[in-house]
């Protein structure tokens, strides 16, 4: 069964940054892309970011490019996405999912960015 | 960009009806199109890949179709566990994009 866990969320000021984490399970994790996806309160849906299953390659947002950056650590099985320079609009639940057809789902991780 | 359309926003619907809900992309995207359900304060769930093909573990009263810029997602027979906000997302090119999102609610 896949498994996605994601972590590192919270309150953060304005300007400040953060690292999420999610930890898989239950597939072979080199063998596929994995996205990040956000979700602002009361909102929809918003693609963030994919990266290749090697780590060789990934795709932004246009409005998180240059400010946030995905990695993955194939070993360990984790994707990672760094955000800097955040802002009140990204305060959303993120989550990860795997390829781009995003077939499996974490629960989330909730960011909010507050003074 | 693509961009995601769909209708209706909303809609109210009892037990037992069938229930159609329609995306259309802005350029063709041949089949690269899911659907998902989200619940309250839940992830969102895979029902759909490949614009027609069902998600394992996803009952048979989920259906889609469509190809190229018109799709529609089906469910034959409303049940109350069905009662949601459904999505639909294009994965032919970056950015990947969402429909706007259509709320089903009880009648």
């Known amino acids: 069964e896949v498994q996605l866990l994601e972590s590192g969320g919270g309150l953060v000021q304005p300007g400040g940054s953060l690292r999420l984490s999610c930890a898989a399970s239950g597939f072979t994790f080199s063998n596929y892309a994995m996205s990040w996806v956000r979700q602002a309160p009361g909102k929809g849906l918003e693609w963030v970011s994919t990266i290749s299953g090697s780590g060789s390659s990934t795709s932004y947002a246009d409005s998180v490019k240059g400010r946030f950056t995905t990695s993955r650590d194939n070993s360990k099985k984790t994707l990672y996405l760094r955000m800097n320079s955040l802002s009140a609009d990204d305060t959303a639940v993120y989550y990860c999912?795997?390829?781009?057809?995003?077939?499996?789902w974490g629960q989330g991780t909730l960011v909010t960015v507050s003074s | 960009d693509i961009q995601m359309t769909q209708s209706p926003s909303s809609l109210s619907a009892s037990v037992g009806d069938r229930v159609t809900i329609t995306c259309r992309a802005s350029q063709d995207i041949s089949i690269y199109l899911a659907w998902f359900q989200q619940k309250p304060g839940k992830a969102p769930k895979s029902l759909i890949y490949a614009a027609s093909n069902l998600q394992s573990g996803v009952p048979s009263k989920f259906s889609g179709s469509g190809s190229g810029t018109d799709f529609t997602l089906t469910i034959s027979s409303l049940q109350p566990e069905d009662f949601a906000t459904y999505y639909c997302q294009q994965y032919k090119s970056y950015p990947l994009t969402f429909g706007g999102g259509t709320k089903v609610e009880i009648e």
């Open positions: 999912a795997k390829q781009t057809l995003l077939d499996s």
